[in-house]
């Protein structure tokens, strides 16, 4: 029998490069899965982040709004000061002032604190209903299970252009 050389070598180079071919799917596969699970996780900690500060902002307005009510407020103080102004106006018009007559009469004052009180309720009541409404949404694995299975499926088992996606 003729045993030859170059086909023996031949055979060899083949069966060198099929599991090279082998060894290299395997990797591109494992850096495919890596890949998308590390920008799977960055996108998910960024859409976190951004939710935790609109959450955040919103409070901060919320409690912004609560603040101008709330007892002792700039709503209270400063309608008080132009009610005592025009009341003042009121008295000196028609020559009271001075007298025990009061500029801002006490029917004024409780619908005041009334107004201020029910506005106050409100603003609470809006923070209390975005605390409530907010809601965390957690990584979707499926959507996650479907980026490995399209990833593994692109020609080189990653996207070109990162490194992984050539073919040998």
């Known amino acids: 029998m003729y045993y030859n050389i170059n086909t023996a070598v031949q055979r060899m180079v083949q069966r060198i490069n099929q599991i090279n071919r082998t060894n290299i799917a395997r990797y591109q596969q494992a850096a495919t899965q890596r890949y998308v699970t590390n920008q799977y996780t960055q996108a998910m900690e960024q859409a976190k982040q951004a939710n935790e500060r609109r959450y955040q902002e919103t409070l901060g307005l919320w409690n912004q709004v609560a603040d101008i009510y709330k007892p002792g407020g700039t709503f209270g103080r400063q309608t008080m000061k132009e009610l005592t102004a025009a009341g003042t106006q009121r008295l000196v018009g028609a020559g009271l002032y001075g007298t025990t007559v009061k500029p801002v009469s006490a029917t004024q004052q409780r619908e005041l604190a009334?107004?201020?009180?029910?506005?106050?309720?409100?603003?609470?009541?809006?923070?209390?209903?975005?605390?409530?409404?907010?809601?965390?949404?957690?990584?979707?694995?499926?959507?996650?299970?479907?980026?490995?299975?399209?990833?593994?499926?692109?020609?080189?088992?990653?996207?070109?252009?990162?490194?992984?996606?050539?073919?040998?």
């Open 114 to 168: 009334d107004i201020r009180s029910g506005r106050y309720a409100t603003a609470l009541a809006g923070k209390a209903g975005a605390i409530e409404r907010r809601e965390d949404i957690g990584p979707d694995l499926g959507m996650f299970a479907n980026l490995l299975m399209q990833s593994w499926s692109a020609p080189g088992g990653m996207p070109a252009g990162y490194g992984y996606g050539r073919r040998w």
